[in-house]
């Protein structure tokens, strides 16, 4: 993973353009809040001592510049970069974290046609990866490929809600995919998100997973979007496809949601209408196991593109339906837009779909937000997450951090 942790592979395309916001873990410090810049990372903590501090300023990014002008790069940003897989860390230098913390970190579910499709497969195979291809034969033989002409709660949604009622394939996916109301859940809990060159985590139980590549608005207890970055909301298909209510174990364990590798501010050079035009792409290397003869094939490679222009919600309608009189938002949230891609390639024979192996290396990247990287494995075999609000208030205060 480290040929991946580089300025050229991890940084936006127009660096130099983009105001980008980070954390690092300091050894004896705890998380710094920091700009990151191709030549070097810059401290941000006489402006903020959290991101969530930071986001409730009228500009955030005026204010990232206007603080480190003059100021001299606390490390080089190569040399935390390299610091940040987690299996070679050297605690005298810094390493990325995920650049969120005192957020809540939401999700939107089912905002692409694509996987709304699949999610009902999911529900029809009870979670079973083998009957889904015949599902999903069934399925779009019924319903089509292509609902992207539907407007989420509209007239029109409703009428063919009743025609697939009449016909017995109505779903709580389609509700929340083309109903008034958006799937909103809680992804995982406040500062357990991993960062950059983290482990991901699998739930040791799980047979049928993967990862979902997703924007990710940075929001503030406003109700205002200051920026956005990448994200994985790692997902347990064969949890959730048993049961709906299964929904915070597919979704919700050790080192199961991945932030990162930055968030980009929003100025003059990038804004929240770019978001809707970003083509997030997925990347996946790792292993297909031994073959028949006892020996390893070729290595397993996917590739896939999300296209944020294919969203059937705008991202401000599920930022009000996270926020609004019913629900407040104190220190901010970060939200999970969604994604259209569940994969279905084949890696362990004709049929059996796409499941996540320990050691899979997951880039997820779109030009204008760099490169989010994790290496997969199990929940159970990943650090256990100990770092939380209390620790981060009691480092804060020994800093004489002004909160």
């Not at 779009?140 to 017995?168: F, M, N, R, T, Y």
């Not at 394939?169 to 929340?176: A, F, H």
């Not at 279905?344 to 050691?359: E, M, V, W, Y």
């Not at 159970?380 to 205060?397: E, H, N, Q, S, V």
Request: proline content about 6%.
């Amino acid at each position: 993973m480290l040929n991946y942790l580089t300025v050229s592979n991890t940084l936006p395309f127009d660096f130099r353009r983009a105001t980008l916001i980070g954390r690092v873990w300091v050894e004896g410090k705890g998380p710094v809040l920091v700009q990151v810049r191709d030549n070097g990372i810059y401290d941000l903590s006489g402006i903020a001592s959290t991101s969530s501090q930071l986001l409730q300023l009228p500009d955030p990014a005026s204010a990232v510049r206007k603080g480190t002008a003059g100021q001299s790069p606390m490390f080089s940003t190569a040399v935390v970069l390299a610091n940040s897989a987690q299996e070679n860390r050297d605690k005298a230098v810094p390493w990325f974290m995920a650049p969120c913390d005192l957020q809540a970190i939401k999700a939107a579910g089912v905002t692409f046609v694509a996987s709304m499709l699949e999610r009902v497969i999911e529900e029809q195979a009870r979670g079973d990866a083998a009957k889904s291809e015949a599902i999903r034969r069934d399925v779009v033989a019924v319903i089509g490929d292509d609902l992207s002409h539907v407007i989420p709660g509209s007239p029109q949604a409703a009428k063919l809600k009743e025609a697939l009622i009449a016909q017995g394939v109505w779903s709580q996916y389609l509700e929340v995919g083309i109903g008034p109301d958006a799937e909103i859940f809680t992804k995982s809990q406040v500062m357990s998100a991993v960062g950059l060159g983290a482990e991901v985590g699998i739930h040791p139980r799980s047979v049928w997973n993967n990862p979902e590549p997703e924007a990710v608005l940075a929001v503030n207890s406003y109700g205002q979007v200051k920026g956005v970055a990448l994200g994985n909301d790692v997902n347990l298909r064969d949890f959730e496809g048993r049961s709906a209510l299964l929904l915070g174990k597919a979704k919700d364990n050790n080192a199961s949601c991945a932030i990162g590798p930055f968030i980009r501010l929003f100025d003059e050079n990038f804004r929240l209408e770019d978001v809707r035009e970003l083509a997030i792409s997925l990347d996946i290397t790792g292993d297909m196991g031994l073959d028949d003869n006892g020996e390893e094939p070729d290595p397993f490679t996917l590739h896939a593109v999300s296209d944020m222009r294919k969203i059937s919600r705008e991202p401000l309608d599920l930022v009000r339906q996270t926020l609004n009189d019913n629900h407040q938002y104190p220190d901010g949230f970060m939200l999970f837009l969604g994604t259209m891609f569940s994969p279905t390639q084949d890696r362990l024979g004709p049929g059996t779909g796409f499941t996540h192996k320990a050691g899979d290396v997951v880039r997820i990247s779109t030009p204008q937000l760099g490169c989010l990287v994790n290496r997969v494995n199990r929940s159970d075999k990943i650090p256990p997450w100990t770092y939380g609000i209390r620790a981060l208030m009691r480092d804060l205060a020994l800093r004489g951090a002004v909160l």
